[in-house]
């Protein structure tokens, strides 16, 4: 094992050489921004080599746990009302009393009432109440499901969800007493009004929207997926093979499928189909198609999936990203892969067997050999390791052939996570870098090299602390379009003091508040 580490170290040592960029890791000398050459301590990018597991070759140094603290944080969310508009008055109203009417007005009238602080609570995925009299229950990203303090009076209850139903653009009634919704920030609702469905009476569930969306790099730093494994999912995405993240509610899969759409090249044209809007993509040629119910009691008008997936087909695109599959949509999916368009997508399963049985049978029915026009199926789990909930990448598998003889569909793990290590494991060849490898021309020692180049640039941005939506997106697209580039930069130590630039590519729109993303953990 040992001289098969070493042998693996000084490969990757020699790629490293190749690409230019041995001073990052400590070893040999590191060339500055106007040309002079600065030897590169052992300590200087020893992180970087750590992460990559080259520490034996170059000398890397791990970093202290205070290099390691971000700097600043967020302790609460502050009130902050406008200036004071009515007539001054000391015998009236104060200058406190007025900001505080100000902050009640604001507060009942534009946010959301009594959740309006939970609302916009950067950590809380989940708000939800159970019915009349109940507490308000919140699902914290830290400390999982919260009892709050805060309660709604009956009437207040039955007022505030008729209130949620409007400002979405739905109508709720004892008629009609369940509605799903999308909250004008993005927010999923499930409403009920009253007891005729609900014993407890009036309730409601709000699935909060990330106004930023989390990257590869965040899923990397929270070990949903190892650093070689997103490495993979890049070429892949990259040389257009198509992919389904399955798994159970709240597993992470629309966050996995927003994370990997970074790496879809700018110079093509996206479609994506959803019924909320979740999915956010830094390019600039992007249909953003999403569905709407009819106007009337009955289906008549309505737009569905599966009209949007026929448009998107008239559309010429080089990628469709669909939100989630539900039902004979994913039919049509499946001969739109078959014809050559690139399809990503979300779809309700635990286990590779349980979404091949799902999609062959009723009502989706889709035909084991179109079946093999999908190449790679995430699983995506909500566990616990150590006492803490977590979301992994429980395997990743390759959907190979269709075996007429025995009437099944071959497929291969890449990858598997150990739940008793908590580490992922590779588990052979893969058969899909096999295909691109045909598809580019390339021999082994360039599929290898590409890959490399993938996970250097992975560990460079989470060695620098570079996590940030604008800075991640800025960064894969501008190495997408060139390479050598961002390789440079990265072999000087630029890169960061060139994102804004970078930024500015004419095929990329990052449209994300400065603010927003600034506090976002």
Aim: net charge negative; glycine share 8%; charged share 25%.
């Amino acid at each position: 094992d040992a001289a098969a580490d070493a042998d693996g170290a000084a490969e990757s040592s020699g790629l490293a050489s190749r690409l230019g960029l041995g001073g990052l890791f400590g070893g040999g000398n590191g060339s500055s921004a106007d040309g002079s050459t600065t030897a590169a301590t052992s300590g200087r990018f020893g992180g970087l080599g750590s992460r990559l597991g080259l520490n034996a070759v170059f000398g890397g140094r791990a970093r202290t746990a205070d290099e390691d603290e971000p700097l600043g944080g967020i302790d609460g969310i502050a009130a902050r009302p406008e200036s004071a508009v009515l007539a001054d008055d000391a015998d009236v109203l104060n200058d406190y009393q007025v900001r505080k009417l100000q902050y009640y007005l604001r507060r009942d009238f534009i946010g959301y009432e009594r959740i309006d602080g939970i609302k916009h609570d950067i950590n809380v995925e989940d708000i939800s109440c159970d019915g009349y009299n109940s507490p308000v229950f919140v699902y914290h990203s830290d400390y999982e499901q919260i009892i709050s303090n805060v309660y709604h009076g009956e009437g207040e209850l039955d007022d505030f969800v008729v209130k949620l139903a409007q400002r979405s653009g739905k109508g709720i009634s004892k008629r009609r007493p369940q509605v799903d919704a999308t909250l004008p920030d993005g927010s999923r609702a499930q409403l009920t009004l009253g007891r005729e469905v609900s014993d407890h009476g009036t309730n409601y569930t709000i699935r909060q929207f990330k106004d930023v969306p989390f990257t590869p790099i965040d899923l990397i730093n929270w070990s949903t997926f190892s650093l070689e494994e997103m490495a993979f999912l890049w070429l892949c995405i990259e040389n257009d093979k198509s992919l389904i993240f399955a798994g159970g509610t709240a597993s992470g899969k629309t966050t996995s499928l927003n994370a990997v759409s970074l790496f879809i090249p700018s110079n093509t044209k996206i479609v994506s189909i959803e019924d909320t809007r979740e999915v956010e993509l830094p390019q600039r040629n992007w249909i953003a198609s999403v569905t709407r119910p009819s106007f009337a009691d009955d289906d008549k008008g309505d737009v569905d999936e599966f009209d949007l997936l026929e448009a998107a087909l008239r559309q010429r695109p080089d990628y469709i990203v669909m939100g989630e599959i539900r039902g004979e949509e994913g039919r049509t999916l499946f001969q739109v892969m078959s014809t050559g368009h690139t399809t990503y997508t979300t779809f309700h399963a635990d286990s590779v067997g349980e979404v091949l049985k799902r999609f062959t049978t009723a009502p989706i029915n889709v035909s084991k050999t179109m079946f093999t026009a999908l190449d790679l199926v995430s699983i995506q789990t909500s566990t616990r390791v150590g006492g803490n909930k977590v979301r992994r990448n429980k395997s990743l598998t390759e959907i190979n052939h269709y075996d007429p003889e025995n009437d099944e569909i071959n497929v291969q793990d890449v990858y598997q996570w150990q739940a008793e290590t908590d580490e992922f494991l590779q588990m052979g060849s893969s058969n899909t870098l096999e295909e691109i490898k045909f598809d580019r021309g390339w021999n082994q020692e360039t599929v290898e090299l590409e890959i490399f180049k993938r996970q250097v640039i992975l560990a460079y941005l989470i060695d620098r602390g570079l996590n940030t939506y604008t800075q991640v997106a800025a960064t894969f697209q501008a190495f997408i379009n060139d390479q050598d580039t961002i390789l440079g930069l990265m072999a000087t130590d630029d890169l960061e003091r060139s994102l804004e630039d970078l930024r500015e590519m004419e095929s990329v729109h990052i449209n994300i508040d400065p603010d927003s993303e600034a506090m976002v953990p």
